[in-house]
């Protein structure tokens, strides 16, 4: 997803609860959430102007090694991925996705295709977010065209 709120194991938001319904919908049995920034900050309007959306400490092979086990990958970081810091974080994740054996559709992937809950005018996977949940469910991901992934 985009960046971690004040959720943790004892206390759910309502980004997690869609997230519980939607995976529930598809029929999926567990969930384990990676985010795109590491900064806490539960308003996502404020991380356009953080220094440091992603901590020294936090490595994208930790995407890679969740992706590897799992059965689909659900990406959900929103127009914030379109932005400069985020579409810099974005290839490094779709790279650790990729080592993973997980790519967009129509990004010469093989099975293993990312999927999304819809997509934004940004091309970006819409976040789940606060947002009504009314027909929503997963679909497969296409790598925007205008943006540039090199395997």
Known sequence: MLNPSLADDQLDDQTI????TITHRAGLRAVEVVNLF?????????????????????DVSDVKDVATDAE???????DKGA?????RRVVEVL???DAAGWM???AGGGDRILECI??????????????SLDGV???RWHLPPSFVFRR
């Open 104 to 106: 967009p559709a129509g």
């Open 137 to 139: 469910g997963l679909e």
């Open 118 to 131: 819809g997509v934004l005018g940004s091309k970006m996977p819409k976040h789940p977010g606060r947002k």
């Open 17 to 20: 609860t869609n997230v519980l």
């Open 38 to 58: 590491s900064l806490v900050e539960p308003d996502s309007g404020r991380l356009s102007g953080a220094a440091d959306l992603v901590h020294a400490d936090v």
């Open 95 to 97: 790279a650790a996705l």
């Open 83 to 87: 932005t400069p810091a985020g579409r």
């Open 72 to 78: 689909r990958v659900v990406v959900a970081w929103g």
